[in-house]
T-cell receptor, first 118, second 115 residues
Framework: DTGVSQNPRHKITKRGQNVTFRCDPISEHNRLYWYRQTLGQGPEFLTY????????KSRLLSDRFSAERPKGSFSTLEIQRTEQGDSAMYLC????????????????FGPGTRLTVL | AQSVTQPDIHITVSEGASLELRCNYSYGATPYLFWYVQSPGQGLQLLLK????DTLVQGIKGFEAEFKRSQSSFNLRKPSVHWSDAAEYFCAVGDPAGGNYQLIWGAGTKLIIKP
């Protein structure tokens, strides 16, 4: 079990550029989550996947944001036309949801990608 | 709507002293409850969790938390802190009725350890 990994760890970009982040979950985990965390705050939920299906998106996820998990393994989060307000830590988590009735899975987090938009 | 309050932004304790970090939540029933710790440059690490059953939960690194339904609280405790416990601590709740996919987080409490 190598844990959740995220790349890159840091990204500095200019306003208006597109950026893409990658998350590799714990290998047997079927659920994958994206959160955003700004300084002095707790994480805020953005979206999550069950296998390759994106099941929920927060209102925080504007049209400039898109997430994919094409084969139910790794996921990418793309931000188009970045704005200074997008500067934050982007956190990925994964969990193992067993069966249809159980919902006591626990989310395990990666180290995050810190985005700075100049 | 669910919410989580961590009333203390910063707490300073001496090494070896006891610790209690407060967490209060707003939710219509009993939520799932979590404490995570975040160190600089590190991801969020799960300390402990409560789904049901015994209201006193033991976690890693000598931490424990007690769920008190009457007070809507889930306070984190440690009898004797070590310098390595200096970090930011987050309380989070999950919604059992809503499928427990979206965690709602408090703003965190930064723990400072005095030598």
């Amino acid at each position: 079990d190598t844990g959740v990994s995220q790349n890159p760890r840091h990204k500095i970009t200019k306003r208006g550029q597109n950026v893409t982040f990658r998350c590799d979950p714990i290998s047997e985990h079927n659920r994958l989550y994206w959160y955003r965390q700004t300084l002095g705050q707790g994480p805020e939920f953005l979206t999550y996947f069950q296998n390759e299906a994106q099941l929920e998106k927060s209102r925080l996820l504007s049209d400039r944001f898109s997430a994919e998990r094409p084969k139910g393994s790794f996921s990418t989060l793309e931000i188009q036309r970045t704005e200074q307000g997008d500067s934050a830590m982007y956190l990925c988590a994964s969990s193992l949801r067993r069966g249809l009735a159980g919902n006591t899975d626990t989310q395990y987090f990666g180290p995050g990608t810190r985005l700075t938009v100049l | 709507a669910q919410s989580v309050t961590q009333p203390d932004i910063h707490i300073t304790v001496s090494e070896g002293a006891s610790l209690e970090l407060r967490c209060n939540y707003s939710y219509g029933a009993t939520p799932y409850l979590f404490w995570y710790v975040q160190s600089p440059g590190q991801g969020l690490q799960l300390l402990l969790k409560y789904f049901s059953g015994d209201t006193l939960v033991q976690g890693i690194k000598g931490f424990e938390a007690e769920f008190k339904r009457s007070q809507s609280s889930f306070n984190l405790r440690k009898p004797s802190v070590h310098w390595s416990d200096a970090a930011e601590y987050f309380c989070a709740v999950g919604d059992p009725a809503g499928g427990n996919y979206q965690l709602i987080w408090g703003a965190g409490t930064k723990l400072i350890i005095k030598p």
